[in-house]
């Protein structure tokens, strides 16, 4: 009997029904609907949505007169203040893509982004004026606009464009239209990894990711529209994990912050009744860690952290100060994080320090990644669930970027077999939450015996003297590589190398023991991540 679908018939797409998804529709509806409900706060500046929007829409025509279309790249070199979120709306708008570099990288690389990204604007902001002078000199592009974000916040800081952002805005319209984009998968964003080695690659975000993981970010924390939002979190770094956009679909306050020390972070907890914020573990650790008299808030705050596995201890603490910590994990590749750890209800009876160890696990796939497996990475056969197979991450989902940009080879290699290889080993749980055990090239193998340096690692911060800690291997005549820790001590504090050695004897088994503990400062990388290689280069050298 042939088939006949009754649903197939007169039934078509159209513009009554049917629309391609792009965030800019989010700030476009808080503005018209909550017009005069705060939007952002830098220092002494305070703006309402209808001022915000109408600043986004000024500058996305002023960009468009300037010559500035669809397929074009602007770039904003600045820290968390108002111009940066101000760019995730009005360089979309004109169907150009958003290129944030990230501040903290040295002026041969942003040159390089510059020129691969092939910028045609650069907003600068004053406090890197120096870095981005640089940065054009060794470019070889010549003609690149260059604007000059003012704050009036910062003191210091130098001109170097052609005109400043004001004024950028003041040859906008105020009524400009600007339309969706064509297709949802246009390109909306442009974010270089961090590339611990060789050349930072340009992953390529489109709008309909952008919109999804946007609103998805509300549904995984539990935001309350009119949440205040406080950006630990650089806006470079994955567009802020999207936040950008999630704030203006909740309605929320955007509240700026040049640089994150833990005394300004708590300033504005109280003052601005921060509701949220998001941040690597290192920054979790520098406020846990901070002296008590700061901590002076008395409402719920709720904080997302990613970015390295955060240790059972370091959850432990902010929690105990009434911080209740969701973690997630992601990757540039996946518009930030991916994977959140979801609280399930049963877990309540918990003791706190088993509530710390099940939150320290990345988690399950967030609303909008399809799907998520722990599988081997030559077969891509699944790892049985029994928190013990060690297998390669691998993700597929709306929330998975369009590729790299002008790297063919790059993008067949991340994508195999209809996944997103993530290049980090974990396991999965009886429960189906994956639990990190390391990035595929910080593995130590010692012995033939596979030691997760993440699990050392939690141990390590559970010693009361130790404030920061990272494991790598170290070569070994005998077995192949052991264990070496680097770890800086909290001030004040004190621990020999066979203290720390004899605390690790009692807490895990013995071949995962470090057989080498340095004390000292650990390396960062511009996103606050402990730079391993360059740990496991002094490891190596070590006599």
Known sequence: MAHHDIYRQGLEAGPANYEQLTPLSYIERTASIFPDALAVVHGKTRRNWAETYERCLRVASALEKRGICKGDTVAVLAANIPETFESHFSIPMTGAVLNAINTRLDSETVAFILDHGEAKVLLVDPEFADLAERALRIASARDILVVDIIDPNFDGGRRIGALSYEELLAEGDPA?????????????????????????????????????????????????????????????HCNGW????????????????RAVRAETVYQLIRDEKVTHFCGAPVVLNMLANAPDALKDFDHKIKVMTAGAAPPAAVIGAMEAMGIDVTHVYGLTETYGPAVVCEWNDDWGSASP?????LKSRQGVKNLVLNGLMVADPATLERMPPDGESMGEIFMRGNNVMKGYLKNPSATEKAFRGGW????????????????????????????????????????????????????????????GETPC???TLKPGKEASEADIIAFCRENMARFKVPKTVIFGDLPKTSTGKIQKFALRERARNLA
């Not at 080695?197 to 489109?206: C, M, N, Q, R």
């Not at 936040?243 to 700026?256: D, E, K, R």
Request: with cysteine; net charge negative.
């Open 420 to 479: 997103f290889a993530t290049g980090d080993l974990g396991v999965m749980h009886p429960d189906g939450y994956i639990e990190l055990k390391d990035r595929s090239k910080d593995i130590i193998i010692s012995g033939g015996e596979n030691i997760s340096s993440i699990e050392v690692e939690d141990v390590l911060y559970r010693h009361p003297a130790i404030l920061e800690a990272a494991v790598v291997a170290r070569p070994d005549e005998t077995w």
């Open 353 to 357: 320090d088993e509530k710390a160890r």
């Open 485 to 487: 820790a680097f770890v």
């Open 176 to 236: 400009y239209r600007w339309s969706p984009p064509e297709n949802e998968w246009d390109a909306i964003s442009l974010n270089y990894t961090s590339g611990t080695t060789g050349d930072p690659k340009g992953v390529v975000y489109h709008h309909r990711g952008a919109a999804l993981n946007g609103l998805q970010n509300i549904v995984s924390w539990g935001m309350a529209q009119h949440s205040r939002y406080l950006w630990t979190l650089p806006m470079f």
């Open 242 to 257: 999207c936040f950008p956009w999630t704030i203006a679909a909740n309605a929320g306050v955007c509240i700026c912050l």
